[in-house]
């Protein structure tokens, strides 16, 4: 059974930076034919799309909130993808989770088949 397991979260200040790792174990196939993607839920919100990177990495999709502070990366030899989050701001606040599909990246969680249990980021203001 595929695991999926975030770190990486934490307290920051507005402005501030944190890089999420998602470290993935376990596949029956190789982990190159999963696309990955990053969702976050903010309390009282539903779980929204984050961003979202192909197989091999040549392609990213990210939300608008995000384009231009977050990049999305991963490393298929260690199974693991990356969410580097710059210029942080109260409203990223939210447990980001990191989720994987197979094919092509999407922006749906009901597109996604595996998951992680989330890692908490808070931005201060």
């Known amino acids: 059974q595929a695991q999926l397991v975030e770190s990486g979260g934490g307290l920051v200040q507005a402005g501030g930076s944190l890089n999420l790792s998602c470290a993935t174990s376990?596949?029956?196939?190789?982990?190159?034919?999963?696309?990955m993607g990053w969702f976050r839920q903010a309390p009282g919100k539903e779980r929204e799309f984050v961003a979202a990177?192909?197989?091999?990495?040549?392609?990213?999709d990210y939300a608008e909130s995000g384009k231009g502070r977050f990049t999305i990366s991963r490393d298929n030899a260690k199974g693991t993808v990356y969410l580097l989050m710059n210029s942080l701001k109260p409203d990223d606040t939210g447990v980001y989770s990191c989720?994987?599909?197979?094919?092509?990246?999407?922006?749906?969680?009901?597109?996604?088949?595996?998951w992680g249990q989330g890692t908490q980021v808070t931005v201060s203001s």
């Open positions: 989720a994987a599909k197979s094919g092509s990246p999407g922006k749906s969680v009901y597109e996604y088949d595996y």
């Open positions: 376990g596949w029956k196939t190789p982990f190159v034919l999963y696309a």
């Open positions: 990177i192909s197989r091999f990495g040549g392609s990213a």
